[in-house]
């Protein structure tokens, strides 16, 4: 099992920035992979970010270049820093935690953090 708790959402004008957090009851080193997803009203969940177990990251075109995501590994937290926001980041940000068992991946979802972002 994984536990997510997820903080950092709010409401800020277009262009300003936002830092999520999202903390881990393992340790990362024991979860595959960790990211972000969102979704927008009347839209499916979509992945922000994510960064694996090595260190690689991964991000949607629509926010390269604005959104990075790290991790503290001793506070078996991550981060996704969102700069330069514009009104259609307007979602609820869950937090993704993907490990495996076997051969079997499971996933770990946070409650989901609201982000709106005003004209």
């Known amino acids: 099992q994984v536990q997510l708790v997820e903080s950092g959402g709010g409401l800020v004008q277009a262009g300003g920035s936002l830092r999520l957090s999202c903390a881990t009851s393992r340790s990362i080193f024991s979860i595959n992979t960790m990211g972000w997803y969102r979704q927008r009203p009347g839209n499916e969940r979509e992945l922000v970010a994510s960064?694996?177990?090595?260190?690689?990251?991964n991000y949607a075109d629509s926010v390269k270049g604005r959104f990075t995501i790290s991790r503290d590994n001793a506070k078996n937290t991550v981060f996704l820093q969102m700069n330069n926001l514009k009104p259609e980041d307007t979602a609820v940000y869950y937090c993704?935690?993907?490990?495996?068992?076997?051969?079997?991946?499971?996933?770990?979802w946070g409650q989901g953090t609201q982000v709106t972002v005003s004209s």
């Open positions: 960064v694996a177990r090595g260190g690689s990251t």
């Open positions: 993704h935690a993907a490990t495996s068992v076997a051969a079997t991946l499971l996933n770990y």
